[in-house]
């Protein structure tokens, strides 16, 4: 059975970094696409990141382009999300997904997901 387990979210600073990860069971990670989503509270679930299958492509949002990077450790069948220089705005539950389309121009339609880690950018 599928499994998503994401873990490493905190309340940080603006201008901090943070880490968090998304580890996989019962799939072979590096034949899947994962993306990174978030929801902030009143706001809708935000496609921020993904990596494509044998990490051909990968998609950044325009509002962390620079600052965050994606990558997979496919031995720990764990793919991270690296944020560095938060802001407030970065605020929010950032869920991993699998199964779903990764182009560099586009994050969608990912079928199963991980129950969320929350990020809280704040002074």
């Known amino acids: 059975q599928l499994q998503l387990v994401e873990s490493g979210g905190g309340l940080v600073q603006p201008g901090g970094s943070l880490r968090i ?3 996989a069971s019962g799939f072979t990670l590096d034949a899947h696409a994962i993306g990174w ?3 902030a509270p009143g706001k809708e ?3 921020v990141s993904c990596i494509s299958s044998s990490d051909r492509s ?3 949002a325009e509002s962390v382009k620079g600052r965050f990077t994606i990558s997979r450790d496919n031995a ?3 793919v ?3 944020m560095n220089s938060l802001k407030p705005e970065d605020t929010g539950v950032y869920h991993c997904a699998a199964d779903g389309l990764c ?3 586009y994050v969608g339609l990912f079928d199963s997901w991980g129950q969320g880690t929350q990020v809280t950018v704040s002074s």
């Open 21 to 23: 990860s998304c580890a």
């Open 37 to 39: 989503f978030r929801q």
């Open 45 to 47: 679930r935000e496609g």
């Open 58 to 60: 990968t998609y950044y």
């Open 76 to 78: 720990k069948k764990t």
């Open 80 to 82: 991270y999300l690296q």
């Open 103 to 105: 182009y560099s121009d």
